[in-house]
């Protein structure tokens, strides 16, 4: 039964602002919903006064917006809130494709470096290969590591592997929740092309060091699951 769209205005607005119970409550009916109601939802949610709603929505659009969305996404690409643009970028792929080139370009030039860092992974993401230079003038320049990570992906899954080791390195000296980008992101990495024997060095010592470091519960939990799937692809650890 499709849903009313004044049901589902309360309903993303619940799952946004309400408290807690109510919220895992929005969120379970949610996963619940069809496809179509779901971009109900973040068509609902798009134009919304509050910045929650509207980053809700462009979560639903990142996860099952089509074609038809494009026009929505160029609308939150502009708007004022940093969080609902850095989700944006993550839209921009399922929507738009390579079509958004010139959104993800403006957002790689934004004023937060969520943003872009964002931006970037998506431009890496799409295969822009011709934007390697580019990318390559923003990293010499760009002081904010969440950012630098970003630039530092993109490069690397287009292909310049000679920046793995900084992208690692990011990572080795900051381990906190704001850092998690890499760690629960580094399977999409580990497969194609493979690892060299000295990456996978690079990653296992980055492991060790996070482990006797400052990792809080988060970054271990990102960091178990990631080694789960190292050593299911590489095999464990050699025993020494």
């Given at each position: 039964m499709r849903a009313e769209p004044s049901t589902l205005e309360f309903f993303v607005?619940?799952?946004?602002?309400?408290?807690?119970?109510q919220r895992r409550f929005a969120d379970e009916e949610l996963n619940k919903m069809s496809k179509v109601q779901r971009l109900l939802v973040a068509r609902i949610g798009?134009?919304?006064?509050?910045?929650?709603?509207?980053?809700?929505?462009?979560?639903?659009l990142a996860d099952c917006g089509t074609q038809d969305d494009a026009f929505r996404v160029r609308a939150l690409a502009k708007d004022r809130s940093w969080v609902v643009r850095s989700t944006v970028a993550w839209a921009v792929y399922?929507?738009?494709g390579k079509r958004g080139k010139s959104i993800l370009l403006k957002?790689?030039?934004?004023?937060h470096h969520i943003v872009r860092r964002n931006a970037a992974v998506t431009l890496g993401d799409l295969g822009f290969a011709d934007l390697i230079p580019t990318l390559e003038q923003?990293?010499?320049?760009?002081?904010?590591?969440?950012?630098?990570?970003?630039?530092l992906?993109?490069?690397?899954?287009?292909?310049?592997?000679?920046?793995?080791?900084?992208?690692?390195?990011?990572?080795r000296s900051r381990m906190n929740n704001a850092d998690m980008f890499l760690w629960t992101n580094m399977s999409r990495l580990i497969n194609d092309p493979p690892l060299t024997g000295e990456e996978l060095s690079t990653i296992r010592n980055a492991i060790d060091e996070a482990r006797t470091g400052e990792a809080d519960s988060v970054a271990l939990r990102a960091i178990d699951s990631f080694e789960?799937?190292?050593?299911?692809?590489?095999?464990?650890?050699?025993a020494t």
């Open positions: 607005r619940r799952l946004v602002r309400g408290h807690t119970a798009v134009s919304d006064t509050d910045e929650d709603v509207r980053n809700q929505a462009a979560l639903l399922t929507t738009l957002l790689l030039d934004d004023s923003k990293l010499r320049v760009e002081r904010r590591d969440q950012a630098r990570a970003g630039l992906w993109a490069l690397v899954t287009l292909g310049e592997r000679q920046y793995f080791e900084s992208l690692i390195g990011i990572h789960s799937d190292l050593n299911e692809r590489y095999g464990p650890t050699p």
